[in-house]
Each structure stands twice: as structure tokens, then as C-alpha cells.
């Protein structure tokens, strides 16, 4: 299933949908433009060859550097990327699917980004959804009910934002 | 109310009305486990609608893991699951290591194993005994808790902690066992088995236990992974999969040689129910009554890997290795592991930049997902059901608010 033949399914499944995989990673890993994310997800869903009937846990990862120096040095332009990791009860294989967004919608911070929902596919990616959006700050459309999760429902700002500032103060409590 | 209702009250005594109500239950709910609020919708006595409420325990460990490095974690992930710190520190360093391309020693490697099958009973024990708690019965609790009080001395004895232990770490595990510490493991295995018939005397063949548990909160295979299940709560359904069997090379290599079966429904049998009650009448596959039995199975299983991981611990002549640096720098990359903790597949996924300090944390909750399927599981239940749904799924705030 893994391995180079995979990649070919899933590129006839999804025409350019896959714009990089990385097979020699110590977890192998496809990435997808962010707008194929629904089809690439209900066609492994789905389709009897791959069969990924459960997702595990879906990671945002804030790739920035708020110092100019280092920034220069990291080899990467900021971004977010979303880590969706799939598993398939039937076969017991895993698989990492990786897309890349940008920090904020039209370059406007605090407007989060967008993409879409997999909760219609996998029933876990409900919460899962839901504790992106809260601490990471990506708004996944077509969610049946987005709101925070783990932060109280007044808080303001994504936690796992590499460039959050911890607010002075919240209903009296002093923040920092 | 109408005018003819108010003026012949011998029409409301015929027609008793119940209202759609909103109650809440918790956060502070004694029969809830931690600090989880739950908001049922009901008439009557039916639940048509449960909404659970979490992040009471929310203490941003992953933000914390990015400004610390990598083995300077463990003592957090003590405290996601704090009533399996063992099977967390296993986790996370389990984790570290595959992204290090670290390989521990022989006598490391069943040590482990060692400890987190000790971990894996104290923790079922607990989740046995709040069970009862859950359903209105004390005992359990009590018996539950004395046994597990020689688990933590026996884990006290080994690294000084009864409840956080940052024992097991990234390259090894922090000391060696005392001496007579294996002596003394023995000595409560010894002990210990008979009791088990007991507690199945006091829960699992108890009419009133059968009763409460039995066929309540039905979760179907299908629904089960579908909502990202794992542990004791996707096998109460009948699904085949367990991660020291199923996982990963690294992990499953350290339960290489070790012989278990999987504690699985298979042909309408468990397969070690020869010896414990059988299913009752009662009970459908997939129910409360299967998933606590399920755990009550795996504190035996776990009994018999303590039993041969002892026998081949003893056997190692080579030393234990030294845990890497606290400042040890981790290659760039990222890694995904998950591992089979008492509570189900605990994942932790790392990044690495080449510094000590991690990229990203991330740690996948079990207990999470299987929260997440509760409104499912309490659709048309009653009210004095559901305390006995949320318990069958042996749930730690800790680790879901993380």
C-alpha cells in the first residue's frame, strides 16, 4: 500500500490534487493543496484499495519566526500546515497527510484561515476540528458547530500561534 | 396553561405533562470523572440530548513543550494521564526515541515492559472502582484501592513517586529497580490473582450491576472507529486491535517474544473466559457491561506479561543504558506515535528542528476521542444512565483538556 504505486492512485483519484510527498520521511507523508482536501479525504475514506476508515488526530503547525535573523536562516516562508493522521483498521497501515494554508485569510491577522471540514467523513474530526480552530486559529468550513473547545467561549486569539501574546488580563484575572 | 386546565384541576392529575428541561450536570459532579460538565437535554426521565462541556483542566501542555526540551516533557505528560503516568512517560518517549533513531537496551526494554503493565492494572483498577462509584456502590472502590496502594509502593519503592513518575524517559528509564523489588512484584502477583475472583463476585456476575450495565449505551463497531475509539472502548465493541500487537515496529518490538491474546470478543467468546463468569443474558456486544469487561480481562493478561517480563528481565546480564542529556538536541523531522495506554491509543506527534526544544508538541488524547462519541451513546437514554455510560468509558479529564 505505501510506497510510490499509493501516490499514483491517489493522483489518478484526485487530478492535481497532490503536490508533494516525502517517502523517505520516517513517517512517509503526501501533501495536498489545501481545495483537494475534502476529495483526497473521501476518496481514502471511501475507496476499497485504501480503506482509512479512522482519523487519528489532525495537528495545526505554526511555521514562523518572529526574529528577522532567524527568519532568514529557517529556510521555509511562514505559513500553517495541517497534519491529518489517518489510520485503516482493515489493513492496520498508517498514512500522514500534509497541506499547507496561509497564516491568515487575505493577509489580514486574526482573520483565521479557511479549509475544509472532514467531520462529514470521520465523525472524530468534530472535536478534533474544534481544538484547531480554538488554539491554532483555522476555521474549517462546512463544520456542523465551531466554536472553542478547550479555551473558554470569550477568549480571544489562537494559543498556538507561534507570534500570541498572552492577554494583560481576563474578567480580573491577570494574564501576565 | 389553558382556562380548563386551571379551573378543573382533576384534568391535570389525568394528564401529568413533562416538559422539555435542560439540566446540567457538573462540573463538579462526584460520579463524573474530574472535572467534566455535561448538559442534558431531557423530558422526563429520557435524555434526548447531551452535550459535554471540557477544557477545565486545560494547562496548554503542548504550548509548554515547545519552550522545553524533549526530556524535559515527561513530567508533563505525568500529568495528562494521571492515573497512567507510567504508560505516558512510555509514550512520549517512545516518541522522542523514533525521532532520535534511539534504541534502549534489552534489560531497559523489559523493564518497561514491566512497568507499564503494573501502570495498566493500577489503572484499570481504578476505572473498575470509580465504576462502581458511578453506579451507587462504595465497596468496589474500597477493594479496588487496596490493591492498588501496593502498585504504588511498588512504584514508590522504584523511583520515589506514588502518582507523577517521570520513571520511564528518552534513552532508558531514570534507575535501576531496588534490590528484592522483583521478589516483592511476585509476592503481590501472587496475592493478587486470587482477588480478581472477587471483584467479579462484586461487579461483573452482580444482578443489579448486569442490570445497570447491560445493553446500555450500545456503541456499534462502525461507530466506533468512525469516532476515533480506541482501547478497552473499541474493543468492548468486537473490534481486533490493539497497538502492542498492531502498532508500530518500535513499539510492537518491545512485546517482541511476549506472549498475549488480544482481550477481544471473538465467536461469542473471550478468550480467557474459561475461567470468569460468562457473558450474561443480558448484554449485547458493544454495551457498558462489555467494555468493563474487557478491562477486568486485561488486568489478567497484564498479570501474565508482569510474569514474563520478570523472567526475562532477570535474565539480562548487561546494564541498563543512561537516559540521553535533559538539553539533548533532537534531529529535525517529525514523527507520529502512538502507543496502547490503559485508556486507549495514546499519539504523541513531535517535530524537530536540530535544537533541544521541540518545533511542535502534540499530544492525541484517547480518552478524547472516546468522550466524543458520548452524545451518541446517551441519545434516548435515561438520566440515571448516563453516569453509568460516561464511566463504562473510563475516561481522564486530565488527558482530554491536556
Not at chain 2, 153 to 180: H, K
Not at chain 2, 212 to 240: H, Q
Amino acid at each position: 500500500m505505501r510506497g510510490p504505486a499509493f501516490v499514483e492512485l491517489l493522483e489518478a483519484a484526485v487530478p492535481g490534487g497532490v503536490v508533494g510527498t516525502n517517502l523517505e520521511a520516517i513517517d512517509p507523508w503526501v501533501e495536498v493543496v489545501p481545495a483537494a482536501v475534502a476529495d483526497v479525504c473521501r476518496w481514502l475514506h471511501d475507496s476499497s484499495e485504501t480503506g482509512f476508515d479512522s482519523l487519528q488526530c489532525i495537528t495545526a503547525v505554526d511555521w514562523f519566526e518572529s526574529d528577522p535573523k532567524k527568519a532568514a536562516k529557517a529556510g521555509w516562508d511562514p505559513h500553517l500546515e495541517l497534519v491529518y493522521h489517518l489510520w485503516s483498521t482493515r489493513a492496520r497501515v498508517s498514512l500522514v497527510l500534509k497541506t499547507k494554508l496561509p497564516r491568515w485569510k487575505d493577509d489580514q491577522p486574526g482573520q483565521p484561515p479557511e479549509v475544509a471540514s472532514v467531520a462529514g467523513i470521520w465523525r472524530s474530526a468534530d472535536w478534533h476540528e474544534r481544538e484547531v480552530y480554538d488554539l491554532s486559529g483555522v476555521r474549517f468550513v462546512g463544520h456542523p458547530d465551531l466554536r472553542r473547545i478547550l479555551c473558554p467561549e470569550d477568549w480571544e486569539g489562537f494559543p498556538l500561534r507561534k507570534d500570541y501574546e498572552m492577554p494583560l488580563e481576563y474578567h480580573g484575572i491577570r494574564g501576565r | 396553561m389553558s382556562q380548563v386546565i386551571d379551573d378543573d384541576p382533576r384534568i391535570i392529575e389525568f394528564d401529568v405533562r413533562t416538559d422539555e428541561m435542560l439540566v446540567n450536570m457538573g462540573p463538579q459532579h462526584p460520579s463524573t470523572h474530574g472535572v467534566l460538565r455535561l448538559v442534558l437535554r431531557t423530558d422526563g426521565e429520557v435524555v434526548s440530548e447531551v452535550e459535554p462541556h471540557i477544557g477545565y483542566l486545560h494547562r496548554c501542555a503542548e504550548k509548554i513543550g515547545e519552550n522545553i526540551s524533549a526530556r524535559q516533557f515527561i513530567p508533563y505528560t505525568d500529568r495528562m494521564d494521571y492515573l497512567a503516568g507510567m504508560n505516558m512517560n512510555l509514550g512520549w518517549s517512545l516518541a522522542v526515541e523514533k525521532l532520535m533513531r534511539l534504541q534502549v537496551t534489552e534489560k531497559a526494554r523489559h523493564l518497561r515492559v514491566l512497568i507499564a503493565e503494573l501502570g495498566r492494572i493500577a489503572s484499570h483498577l481504578v476505572g473498575m472502582g470509580a465504576y462502581g462509584l458511578d453506579l451507587g456502590t462504595f465497596s468496589p472502590f474500597l477493594y479496588a484501592f487496596r490493591e492498588r496502594e501496593k502498585i504504588l509502593n511498588l512504584f514508590e519503592e522504584a523511583c520515589g513517586a506514588r502518582l507523577t513518575y517521570s520513571y520511564i524517559t528518552v534513552g532508558g528509564l531514570t534507575a535501576d529497580l531496588p534490590p528484592g523489588w522483583l521478589g516483592r512484584c511476585e509476592a503481590f502477583l501472587n496475592e493478587f490473582e486470587p482477588i480478581i475472583r472477587e471483584y467479579h463476585a462484586l461487579l461483573t456476575t452482580n444482578a443489579i450491576f448486569v442490570k445497570r450495565t447491560g445493553g446500555i449505551g450500545v456503541l456499534s463497531p462502525e461507530m466506533a472507529i468512525n469516532y476515533g475509539c480506541s482501547g478497552p472502548v473499541l474493543r468492548g465493541s468486537g473490534v481486533d486491535q490493539d497497538m502492542r500487537r498492531d502498532g508500530e515496529p518500535i513499539y510492537t518490538a518491545m512485546y517482541d517474544g511476549y506472549a498475549f491474546e488480544v482481550a477481544v470478543m471473538k465467536d461469542g467468546t473471550y478468550p480467557r473466559d474459561r475461567a470468569y463468569p460468562a457473558v450474561p443474558a443480558d448484554a449485547v456486544l458493544g454495551d457498558c457491561w462489555h467494555r468493563f469487561f474487557v478491562r477486568m480481562l486485561e488486568v489478567v493478561q497484564s498479570m501474565e506479561l508482569i510474569r514474563q517480563a520478570i523472567d526475562r528481565y532477570s535474565a539480562c546480564t548487561g546494564s541498563l543504558g543512561e537516559p540521553v542529556k535533559i538539553a539533548e538536541k533532537i534531529p529535525a523531522g517529525d514523527v507520529y506515535l502512538e502507543t496502547e495506554c490503559p485508556k486507549g491509543q495514546m499519539g504523541f506527534y513531535l517535530i524537530g528542528n536540530g535544537t533541544p526544544k521541540p518545533w511542535r508538541v502534540r499530544a492525541r488524547s484517547s480518552s478524547f476521542s472516546n468522550l466524543s462519541v458520548l452524545p451518541e451513546l446517551c441519545h434516548g437514554c435515561l438520566i440515571a444512565d448516563v453516569p453509568a455510560i460516561v464511566g463504562s468509558l473510563d475516561i481522564v479529564m486530565g488527558e482530554i483538556d491536556r
